[in-house]
């Protein structure tokens, strides 16, 4: 348990410390006429946990509240028309994933809605993957082969006598 985690109550945020460093602030919610809990939902908290499972996120009681913007609002509603139930769950809480992991929240989300508005097809969560993520290359390093004329020398015990040459 930490002992000096402690939070201050603003009438806007809350701000989050540990120890005098501020560690995270979230907006403060209030409630509505007619609610009876109110939330504030980052879906940066849980949207890894929501990748491992995409198909939860259409019976989620606070779906609304999950997504961040009403451009994503819109995108869920167009999406989940036209693409089976599966593939729909699988494609918002993959471009949520996308927008967070790469900071593009705004950017990616008006830019899905343009193609939306502009009836063309919203692009696939590969095609999308490719673009963000894309292809990641294993850097070639070369690699020189150690002479074996070295290891007799460290086998007959006089390795402390031998000179250690850079190859580099």
Not at 32 to 47: N, T
Not at 69 to 87: A, G, H, M, N, V
Not at 142 to 159: K, T
Request: charged share 25%; glycine share 4%.
């Amino acid at each position: 348990m930490l002992k000096d985690f402690w939070a201050t109550t603003y009438h806007d945020r809350l701000a989050f410390f540990i120890g005098q460093t501020l560690t995270s602030t979230l907006p403060r919610a209030y409630l509505k006429a007619g609610q009876e809990r109110g939330r504030c939902i980052d879906y940066r908290h849980i949207i890894h946990s929501l990748s491992a499972k995409p198909q939860a996120f259409r019976f989620l009681q606070f779906q609304d509240e999950l997504l961040p913007t009403e451009t994503y609002r819109k995108l869920w509603l167009y999406c989940d028309q036209p693409f089976q139930s599966r593939d729909a769950c699988k494609w918002i809480v993959g471009v949520l994933r996308i927008a967070m992991d790469h900071d593009c929240e705004e950017a990616l989300g008006n830019e899905l809605v343009a193609r939306v508005d502009n009836n063309k097809p919203l692009p696939t969560l590969k095609a999308l993957q490719e673009r963000y993520l894309g292809k990641k290359s294993v850097p070639m390093i070369p690699a020189r082969q150690q002479d074996l004329a070295s290891y007799d020398h460290l086998l007959s015990g006089n390795w402390h006598r031998t000179e250690v040459v850079s190859h580099v």
